[in-house]
């Protein structure tokens, strides 16, 4: 079956460290790669994606690549904020499996002032 | 795009009574699915509700202990049943698109 699996945290960083969250994926089909993240008291927003391999996602500064290869898609910041302390969840979804999404465990995200 | 709202958006409940969330969504979606997140855990997919089919349960979930209706194509329920204090989690609905997956605000359910 499906699965993923991120680093585990609680990551802490001081503002404008670079950030990376390892994450690697086991998939039967050719499943899109997704970030979420969940900033404290909010629900679950989709972060940035990628379908396909070597295709890199990016929004607010974040930045993901799907790696085939590697069956990985990191997520890297290069200059947090204290605004990014958040808990970010690496995931996929395989059409063969019916889009459902499996999720890694989290990773708890702070940033210091 | 899709905007989800849930209800209620948290509740503490009694052991052994049973509680019913409600989910609608803004635009008519296929699929539609409901989530659990243990306090500080990932969050786990309870069962897919398609439109006009019976829920699918993902292992580890029976429809007794939560049962889901799926009466049209913008709205959902699913009922936690005889609730006991391991049931205490955050509760999703989610629908997926053509283009991304998205989730609702959350059900907050503390069992006492």
């Not at chain 1, 890297?76 to 996929?92: I, N, T």
Request: with cysteine; glycine share 8%.
């Amino acid at each position: 079956g499906n699965s993923v699996t991120q680093m585990e945290g609680p990551v802490t960083l001081s503002e404008e460290a670079f950030l990376t969250i390892n994450c690697t994926y086991t998939a039967t089909g050719y499943p899109s790669l997704f970030w979420y993240v969940q900033y404290p008291g909010e629900g679950l927003q989709l972060l940035l994606k990628a379908t396909k391999a070597d295709d890199k996602g990016s929004n607010k500064g974040f930045e993901a690549t799907y790696r085939k290869e590697t069956t990985s898609f990191h997520l890297e910041k290069g200059s947090v904020q204290v605004s990014d302390s958040a808990v970010y969840f690496c995931a996929l979804s395989d059409l063969a499996a019916g889009n459902k999404l499996t999720f890694g465990g989290g990773t708890r995200v702070l940033v210091k002032p | 795009s899709a905007v989800i709202s849930q209800k209620p958006s948290r509740d503490i409940c009694q052991r052994g009574t049973s509680l019913t969330i409600q989910c609608q969504v803004d635009s008519q979606v296929t699929m539609m699915f409901w989530y659990r997140q243990q306090p500080g855990q990932s969050l786990t997919l309870i069962a897919t509700a398609n439109q006009g089919s019976e829920a699918t349960y993902e292992s580890g979930f029976v429809i007794d202990k939560f049962p889901i209706s799926r009466p049209n194509l913008t709205f959902s329920t699913l009922t936690v049943s005889n609730m006991s204090p391991e049931d205490s989690s955050i509760y999703l609905c989610s629908v997926s698109t053509v283009d991304e997956q998205y989730f609702g605000p959350g059900t907050r359910l503390t069992v006492t």
